[in-house]
């Protein structure tokens, strides 16, 4: 019975270790939100903000229908490293799918970003299947570097999204770091229970 809580403790420190926590960077849909014009050609939503070292993995939108929707959506998502490199991920998305619930979850292959990397996300419409029908939740705030551009333009507000950004791989001299010390604590524990249990048997 030791042993295996022994080896149970020990598999989840070194699942811990390995994964480390997710971070999330977004806006949540405030007070003062408001619906943005409907995504259909000619119409070009987006967000730029910074984000933290690691791997960003998806964005999340707050969707909205205004009647019938049909057609399709763009989605683009370019991180931007401090050094001005760009990496990007593009997809398109059925406005019907976009519009099925609350929140949408575009996930895609993560992409490193490198400490003062900043993300930029841009909804428009597809020019072969123009969307109609849907648009996105945002929030008034202040004109700032990071915030809502519309058409090109920076606006005095915030698009309602979440951005996954997953940890970045550990260094070998880390994790061994992550590895070594808690199974030390973990093994004297171990012991100490059993030098405890045969000195009662005695």
């Known amino acids: 019975m030791m042993r295996r809580l022994v080896l149970v403790t020990f598999a989840a420190l070194v699942a811990a270790a390995c994964s480390g926590p997710r971070a999330t960077v977004g806006h949540r849909i405030g007070f003062r939100a408001f619906q943005l014009p409907e995504i259909k050609p000619g119409v070009h939503i987006a967000e730029r903000f910074a ?54 979850r575009f996930a895609f292959t993560p992409v490193d970003a490198r400490p003062g990397s900043s993300c930029y996300v841009e909804l428009s419409s597809s020019a072969a299947d123009p969307a109609r029908g849907a648009t996105v939740w945002a929030d008034r705030g202040r004109l700032t570097d990071d915030g809502l ?54």
């Not at 999204?161 to 004297?188: D, H, K, M, N």
């Open 51 to 104: 984000i933290p070292a690691g791997r960003v993995s998806a964005i999340e939108f707050s969707p909205v229908r205004l009647g019938s929707v049909a057609g399709t959506i763009h989605f683009d998502v370019i991180v931007i490293a401090a050094d001005g490199s760009r990496t990007e991920r593009n997809a398109d998305v059925a406005a019907t799918d976009f519009t099925r619930q609350g929140t949408y």
């Open 149 to 202: 551009v519309f058409n090109g333009r920076p606006r005095w507000a915030r698009l309602a999204y979440r951005a996954t950004i997953e940890p970045p791989p550990q260094p070998p001299v880390r994790t061994a770091v992550w590895f070594a010390v808690p199974a030390l604590v973990i093994s004297g524990a171990a012991m100490l229970r059993i030098v405890r249990e045969l000195a009662w048997a005695r």
